[in-house]
C-alpha cells in the first residue's frame, strides 16, 4: 500500500514547477491531493498528470493568493467537510517581484510581494492549523529560498518577505513542538522553474535540476517517518 494512503494534502502553488511536480509525487504516493493555483488550466494539466501516475483525482481550487486573500481562510474548513480530515499542507506558491534597488521600490510591487510571499502564509498557517494539529502524523513543508539568509543586492523585495515568511513558519514551529505536528521549511536549491528562468535568464535549465528531481525528497519530508521540527531543510547541500 502506497505510504500516504488515506491521507489528504493541501497543495499550493500546484500548477507548475515544484509546486505541480510534488503535487503529484505525493498522489503518486497514495494521497488526496487539494490543488491550489491561479489557473483552471494549470490545475487541470496537473490532475491530468496525477491520473496518469496513477493517483487519486485530485480537487481543485483556482485561487488568487493576492486578489482573494481573504477566501485563504476557508480552505482549512473546506477541504475537512469535503475529505473530512487535512494531514499535510505544502506550500509551494511564491512569486518574483521586480529585482531592484531598495531605494527604487515601488508600493504596489512590494504589496504583492508581502501579499504572495508571507501574508499568504500566514493565512494558511491559520486555515490550518487545526486539522494538521488533529492529524496523527500532521505535517507542514513550506517552501524558502536561500537569499532570506543571505541578503543581496536587488533581491531586497523578496528576501524580505521570504525572511518574514521563515520567522513566521518558525514561530508556528515553536508553539505546536508539543503536538505530532512536524512543520519544515525546505529550500530546494536551484531548480528550473519559471520563476528561476525570470531571475537568471542567462542560466541553462539542462544544467539545473527539474521540479521532478526535488520533488521526492519534497515528499519525504511529508512522510510521518520525518520528524525533524522547526528546521530549514536545504536539499542537496
Known amino acids: 500500500m502506497p505510504s500516504l494512503t488515506g491521507q489528504v494534502a493541501l497543495v499550493t502553488g500546484a500548477s507548475r514547477g515544484i509546486g505541480a511536480a510534488l503535487a503529484v509525487e505525493l498522489a ?17 494539466e496537473t490532475d491530468d ?7 487519486l483525482p485530485a ?31 505544502a506550500h509551494a506558491a511564491g512569486v518574483l517581484p521586480k529585482l531592484t534597488p531598495v531605494a527604487h521600490i515601488q ?18 498557517i491559520r486555515t490550518c492549523d487545526p486539522p494538521l494539529r488533529a492529524a496523527p502524523a500532521g505535517r507542514a513543508v513550506v517552501l524558502t529560498d536561500a537569499v532570506a539568509a543571505a541578503p543581496a543586492p536587488y533581491w ?4 524580505a518577505a521570504k525572511a518574514g515568511m521563515e520567522h513566521l513558519v518558525r514561530c508556528w514551529a515553536a ?41 521526492p525528497a519534497l515528499a519525504d519530508l511529508c512522510e510521518a517517518a520525518e520528524q525533524r521540527h522547526g528546521e530549514t531543510i536545504r536539499l542537496g547541500r
Not at 504516493?29 to 493555483?37: D, E, N, T
Not at 481562510?73 to 475529505?83: E, I, T, Y
Not at 531586497?156 to 528576501?159: E, K, L, T, V
Open 175 to 215: 508553539e505546536v513542538a508539543t503536538t505530532p505536528l512536524r512543520v519544515m521549511l525546505a529550500d530546494p536549491g536551484a531548480v528550473a522553474t519559471g520563476l528561476r528562468a525570470n531571475a537568471f535568464p542567462g542560466q541553462d535549465p539542462a544544467a539545473m535540476a527539474g521540479p521532478q528531481d526535488v520533488a
Open 107 to 124: 508600493p504596489r510591487d512590494i504589496e504583492e510581494s508581502l501579499a504572495v510571499n508571507l501574508t499568504a502564509a500566514w493565512r494558511l
Open 156 to 159: 531586497g523585495m523578496y528576501g
Open 49 to 55: 498528470a496525477i491520473r496518469a501516475a496513477g493517483g
Open 59 to 89: 480537487a481543485l481550487l483556482p485561487l488568487d493568493l493576492q486578489r482573494r486573500a481573504q477566501d485563504i481562510d476557508m480552505l482549512g474548513p473546506s477541504v475537512v467537510a469535503r475529505f473530512g480530515r487535512l494531514d499535510i499542507l
Open 28 to 44: 503518486r504516493r497514495g494521497a488526496q491531493c487539494v490543488l491550489v493555483a491561479r489557473t483552471q488550466g494549470g490545475l487541470e
